[in-house]
DNA sequence: TTGAAAGCGTTACCAG
DNA sequence: CTGGTAACGCTTTCAA
């Protein structure tokens, strides 16, 4: 393991001051060509690397991102990233990522690792965990420190810039669709019924389904849902099902599909899941789509501009849902 | 946006010397327990957080592992990835994540970046555009600064850990089961022939029907695929299909879906897909498991040892294949 | 055109 | 037990 080549190494070997080298390989005007020529030759030939640590240090600038996810299995989160990456990557800026697994130790641990100097600024949606502890302890006053950007969960005690996705408003709509499809009897099957962003969903269908029936809500486990749902088809006491996640929204499809009830609509099934997987299904899903790369875009785009105007009010931005109607429904 | 406190500014308002405030915080032996106390309170009350940063320029470490990776959408990368960080969340180490999007260009700012003081160890897997290059240079004496491991992707030229898949093995492997099962002409899907992946793969094939018929090969878009794949079934040129890649894999199964020769088994299908999409198919796909977490946890592993033993000789650990049978074969 | 020196925020050695 | 000082690798001001 040999160590980079440094600038003060360097100056040693050309025989020049460090200051020299350092102009030298920043191409100040200070340094006649010939010097300069001299020393950027050295510095390819020792493979010299500018260490970014004592760069970042000096200038207090990285010009890194960090985005803090709670995990990438969720395929809206994984989409998510992919559009922050696109549009960062055409900056100066580069991004490290950072995965919680949804939990809250680990999302406290990651915030604190990046926010003292590894960063410029933070992009984060919270964990599970840390939604149902309801501590926020370690993003409280961060926002003063360096540029903070929420997404996709809420966290209302927090100010902070935010980019949010419209929840309520996305399973109200469909849900809506379903009845005025003639559905009489909606049930809401959820894995996420702890997360913020499943209340909303939740809140959604019971607001409106209000004036139809009595909510059906199944919640829990695939398993349980499996179960729940099986017993429910089978006494003919539904004939729709609004599925709040793509697990759930799965768990459903498998016991449609088992119960022969989804080639003819006897149950109209909308869920949330990934485009690739819900083409794919026989029938194909009619899912909710969030719009996850338009969710990464705007959010970094508003992070950018947000370093360029760190005094400016902080914004908060809804992208909206729109139902991708397939077969069945 | 206001500064983080610094140790300095601490020992100003203590009026104890900088020394002093560093070593308490570290809980130094030679602090009295109760400056110590008096020091921390005071840490916590101004909200004291050591600069990463500086700690790591000075310490020369940084307890963080890069992980260069081509693509999210990949779904065995995917899984490669949480492998890898549910071995170093047990760890004191971080990951920091980079993503190339299969671009040459982007790997060498990554790994540029990377490996200039930010990170202790680097492991990759090199994009398709750096193999189709065939341009090293950026990799090449890297592994003499800090801990390189490949993985996935075979790069020969370099000296490093590796940790891969019996790409060709598993292919071979897979159709000569098509062959035994009585296939008679198989053909071959591809939407990766440009990586070494694909060319590893290609050739497990090509050797396993050498001794029953002549190779049948589409290379292209998925579209291309599709195209070839309608008339080759159209004709009853085919009995059975090899896809390398989930592109592919879905290609083919939707032209097999459309001409309806999947149920029955009229063609034979072998993928390569996710678990989630491949089970929730109708019919359920077969599928060859490259078993990502397992390549992801034993590179971890492997770079764990190298950082603790980092004279040792290099490895190389092959992850093997199996074949998932489903009902498309 | 070049170089000396201070400073970014830490840690650690050595004196006192 | 406490404090001064050098050092990590770099940039930048100021002097020469």
Redesign the pocket.
């Known amino acids: 393991m040999k ?2 080549i ?3 190494e ?2 040693k070997i050309l ?12 191409d ?9 020529q001299r020393i950027k030759e050295a510095a390819k030939l020792y493979n ?4 970014k ?3 970042n ?4 600038k990285t010009n890194t991102i960090g985005v803090v996810l709670p995990s990438l299995k969720n395929f809206f989160l994984a989409r998510v990233l992919r559009g922050i990456e696109n549009v960062i990557a055409t900056t100066q800026y580069n991004i490290i990522i950072s995965i919680t697994n949804e939990s809250f130790e680990k999302e406290v641990q990651s915030v604190q690792t990046l926010s ?2 590894l960063v410029d600024a933070i992009i984060i949606a919270v964990s599970e965990e840390t939604q149902i502890k309801q501590d926020f302890s370690h993003l409280i006053g961060l926002e003063d420190e360096i540029p903070l950007l929420m997404f996709d969960r809420e966290v209302n005690s927090i100010d902070c810039d935010r980019v949010l996705v419209d929840d309520y408003d996305a399973v109200f709509n469909a849900v809506n669709g379903l009845i005025s499809d003639g559905r009489k009897s909606i049930a809401l099957v959820s894995c996420i019924n702890n997360s913020s962003v499943g209340k909303l969903r939740t809140k959604g269908y019971i607001v409106a389904v209000e004036n139809t029936h009595d909510p059906i809500i199944i919640e829990g486990s695939e398993e349980h849902i499996e179960n729940e749902l099986s017993s429910l088809i089978s006494q003919k006491k539904i004939d729709a099902i609004m599925a709040l996640d793509q697990e759930s929204s799965l768990a459903a499809f498998r016991i449609g599909k088992k119960k022969e009830v989804l080639l003819d609509k006897t149950i109209a099934l909308i869920g949330y899941s990934s485009t690739v997987i819900s083409e794919h299904l026989t029938p194909s899903l009619t899912t909710i789509d969030q719009h996850g790369k338009n969710v990464g875009v705007t959010s970094a785009k508003l992070m950018l501009k947000r370093l360029e105007k760190p005094q400016e009010k902080r914004e908060s931005i809804i992208i909206n849902s729109t139902v991708q109607k397939r077969l069945t429904s």
Do not use: F, R, W
């Not at 100040?28 to 300069?36: A, D, F, P």
């Not at 240090?57 to 207090?60: A, I, R, V």
């Open positions: 160590k980079n440094t600038i003060k360097l100056s025989e020049v001051s460090i200051s020299t080298v350092s102009k030298a390989l920043n100040s005007y200070e340094i006649s060509e010939s010097t300069k010299y690397k500018p260490n640590l004592a760069v240090l000096k200038s207090g003292n100097g």
